[in-house]
């Protein structure tokens, strides 16, 4: 009876922990595609386990075993996306019971139920719900999935050359995953100098020398593979015109991630409408490096503070590859890049929760637990497809330019002409600058043609053009715009530009297809 009781007492925890989670993200198994999730689908249709010619994406972009993945699953059961969120949902449910068996060994709390607070706190937090719901980001999920594994196999099995090389497999194939993982080589110092409490013996440590110096060299490999295959290793984009504004940039949006963090609502796809991203607002830059000032004061005080330090180093650590202050990104507040940093804040939560003795303290933790659960079950619907999902950032968010540029393309899948125009229209009001417009004014050009206003067309195709002269699909309206008009000189300039672009150039080739198609269907015959 006693060894039965305790056998309950044990998987009782991550039981309630994988009904609980699944209960809240269900909504997300009658979800749909959204967003980059066609683009990466049509990929893996035309070039399985290729990465390359992914328009739409950065150039950047370098994640073969995300693409290979979808790729095994849509030979699995085609474009059905119930089987790719359950997938998803999965690898969520297996993250969060991994953080629980690991706290104990991490030694930040012996207290099962304190573990299960914590790991509580990160599969139930609202900020997760863009992870999880949107199948693009399995990268993140699997991301900290392998890290996980890698620090339960480093901690708890035995020391053999055998060992090493599974955990350096383990370590690359999150890596091929996604970036991120690479943070690992900041963590795992952490685990040894907070936790373990060895760093001072490494040098003595011929397993732990093994392990740091095959993650440096799997790291090398990584890049080498990186930029061999994108040509860079990480596309630049400065968020304002000089260094100095971009790190106040960088710590005001760091203020963001907190906040969003500690009162998690309004929570949207896009937050493009926060910040203006130039030097010409120097409170918010003041702001911005005072933050970033208050979270290295605050790592380096809790140096010396296990387990408070691991818990800090962790969060902000992790953050690191998202942050923009190592290699800029091209998205500077997004709420998926909590998702690996979230570990640390469970660490942190199991951490403070073991001082809950009684009942009564432990039920009023509990209750924002069923809040943060029920907003998360909420935000699930929202990301049911690509309408209600931007027409859930432009509700909240009115000076959100990117969330009607993508309104305007949905409708313009759907051949609705006209609200693809007013979306489209909006959008440009709001965002007038040419530079982040031009795939809004490109989608705009084929509105116009579709509505028999060429002129319109042409218009919006140059426009489009004179900020990316390469736009291969801005070259193909201008084409069809001016054959409508009888413009042929300007329709032959644009068709030689189009057939000097080069054979790899997908975008090139199609827009060339589509022009022909076009005139075909309009019954015009090129005179050039």
Same mark, same amino acid.
């Given at each position: 009876?006693?060894?039965?009781?305790?056998?309950?007492?044990?998987?009782l925890?991550?039981?309630?922990l994988?009904?609980?989670?699944?209960?809240t993200?269900?909504?997300?198994?009658?979800?749909?595609?959204?967003?980059?999730?066609?683009?990466?689908?049509?990929?893996v249709?035309?070039?399985p386990?290729?990465?390359? +010619?992914?328009?739409?994406?950065e150039?950047?972009?370098y994640?073969?075993?995300? /693409?290979?993945?979808?790729?095994?699953?849509?030979?699995?059961w085609?474009? +059905?996306?119930k089987y790719?969120?359950?997938? +998803?949902?999965l690898l969520?449910?297996?993250?969060?019971?991994?953080?629980l068996?690991?706290i104990?060994?991490?030694k930040?709390?012996?207290?099962?139920?304190?573990?299960?607070?914590?790991?509580?706190?990160?599969?139930?937090?609202?900020?997760? #719900?863009?992870?999880?719901?949107?199948?693009?980001?399995?990268a993140?999920?699997?991301?900290?999935?392998?890290t996980?594994?890698?620090? %339960?196999?480093?901690?708890s099995?035995?020391?053999?050359?055998?060992?090493?090389?599974?955990?350096?497999?383990?370590?690359?194939?999150?890596?091929?995953?996604?970036?991120?993982?690479?943070?690992?080589?900041?963590?795992?110092?952490?685990?040894?100098?907070?936790?373990?409490?060895?760093?001072?013996?490494f %040098?003595?440590?011929?397993?732990?020398?093994?392990?740091?110096?095959?993650l440096?060299?799997v790291?090398?490999l990584?890049?080498?593979?990186?930029?061999?295959?994108?040509?860079?290793?990480?596309?630049?984009?400065?968020?304002?015109? !000089?260094?100095?504004?971009?790190?106040g940039?960088?710590?005001?949006?760091?203020?963001?991630?907190?906040?969003?963090?500690?009162?998690?609502?309004?929570?949207r796809?896009s937050?493009?409408?926060? !910040?203006?991203?130039e030097?010409?607002?120097?409170?918010?830059?003041?702001?911005g490096w005072?933050?970033?000032l208050?979270?290295?004061?605050? $790592?380096? #005080?809790?140096?010396?503070k296990?387990?408070?330090?691991?818990?800090? !180093?962790?969060?902000?650590?992790?953050?690191?590859?998202?942050?923009? $202050?190592?290699?800029?990104?091209?998205?500077?507040v997004?709420?998926?890049?909590?998702?690996?940093p979230?570990?640390?804040i469970?660490?942190?939560?199991?951490s403070?929760?073991?001082?809950?003795?009684?009942?009564?303290?432990?039920?009023?933790?509990?209750?924002p637990l069923?809040?943060?659960?029920?907003?998360s079950?909420?935000?699930?619907?929202?990301?049911?497809?690509?309408?209600?999902?931007?027409?859930?950032?432009a509700?909240?968010?009115?000076?959100?330019?990117f969330?009607?540029?993508?309104? !305007?393309?949905v409708?313009l899948?759907?051949?609705?002409?006209?609200?693809?125009?007013?979306? @489209?229209?909006?959008?440009?009001?709001?965002?007038?600058?040419?530079? #982040?417009?031009?795939?809004?004014?490109?989608?705009? @050009?084929?509105?116009?043609?579709?509505?028999?206003?060429?002129?319109?067309?042409?218009?919006?195709?140059?426009? @489009? /053009?004179?900020?990316?002269?390469?736009?291969?699909? @801005?070259?193909?309206?201008?084409?069809?715009?001016?054959?409508?008009l009888?413009q042929?000189?300007?329709?032959?300039?644009?068709?030689?530009?189009?057939?000097?672009?080069?054979?790899?150039?997908s975008?090139?080739?199609r827009?060339?297809?589509?022009?022909?198609?076009?005139l075909?269907?309009l019954?015009?015959?090129?005179?050039?």
């Open positions: 009876m006693e060894r039965q009781f305790l056998f309950l007492k044990k998987a925890p991550p039981t309630l994988c009904l609980w989670t699944l209960l993200y269900w909504p997300t198994l009658n979800n749909s595609f959204v967003y980059d999730d066609h683009i990466l689908l049509n990929s249709r035309h070039e386990g290729k990465s390359k +010619n992914l328009e739409g994406l150039k950047d972009f994640r073969p075993l995300l /693409l290979a993945s979808f790729t095994v699953e849509r030979s699995l085609g474009n +059905n996306p790719f969120h359950v997938l +998803n949902l969520h449910v297996a993250n969060a019971v991994l953080l068996t690991l104990p060994v991490l930040i709390t012996p207290s099962p139920w304190a573990g299960f607070w914590g790991a509580l706190i990160f599969a139930l937090h609202p900020v997760q #719900v863009e992870p999880v719901a949107w199948i693009s980001q399995r993140a999920l699997a991301s900290l999935f392998f996980l594994c890698f620090l %339960h196999m480093y901690l099995w035995k020391k053999k050359i055998s060992t090493v090389l599974i955990l350096l497999l383990t370590y690359s194939l999150g890596l091929l995953f996604k970036e991120t993982t690479a943070a690992l080589i900041l963590l795992l110092p952490c685990v040894d100098r907070f936790v373990m409490k060895r760093w001072k013996s %040098h003595r440590d011929r397993f732990r020398r093994s392990v740091y110096v095959g440096f060299a790291t090398g990584y890049l080498i593979l990186r930029i061999s295959h994108t040509g860079t290793m990480a596309e630049r984009h400065l968020w304002g015109d !000089s260094w100095l504004s971009h790190l940039n960088v710590g005001w949006a760091s203020l963001h991630h907190i906040r969003l963090l500690a009162w998690p609502l309004n929570l796809a937050y493009s409408d926060l !910040s203006v991203y030097s010409t607002a120097p409170l918010m830059l003041i702001l005072v933050a970033l208050a979270i290295g004061t605050a $790592l380096i #005080v809790s140096w010396k296990p387990p408070l330090g691991f818990c800090l !180093s962790w969060i902000v650590f992790a953050f690191l590859p998202s942050s923009s $202050l190592i290699f800029p990104v091209m998205t500077l997004a709420e998926r890049f909590w998702y690996i979230m570990a640390g469970a660490f942190l939560t199991a403070l929760s073991q001082n809950l003795r009684s009942t009564a303290l432990k039920i009023s933790f509990s209750i069923l809040l943060l659960s029920a907003q079950f909420q935000t699930c619907r929202v990301w049911k497809n690509d309408e209600t999902l931007w027409k859930n950032t509700e909240k968010a009115p000076g959100n330019w969330s009607r540029a993508a309104l !305007s393309e409708y899948r759907r051949q609705d002409w006209q609200k693809s125009e007013e979306m @489209a229209l909006e959008a440009l009001k709001l965002q007038p600058s040419i530079g #982040v417009a031009v795939a809004v004014l490109t989608n705009l @050009a084929f509105v116009y043609d579709q509505k028999n206003q060429p002129e319109k067309a042409a218009a919006a195709a140059e426009k @489009a /053009l004179q900020s990316d002269p390469d736009r291969g699909m @801005a070259y193909a309206q201008l084409a069809v715009a001016c054959a409508r009888g042929w000189k300007k329709y032959k300039q644009a068709i030689e530009t189009l057939n000097r672009t080069p054979a790899e150039d975008e090139g080739r827009a060339l297809r589509w022009v022909e198609f076009r075909k269907a019954g015009i015959k090129s005179k050039a």
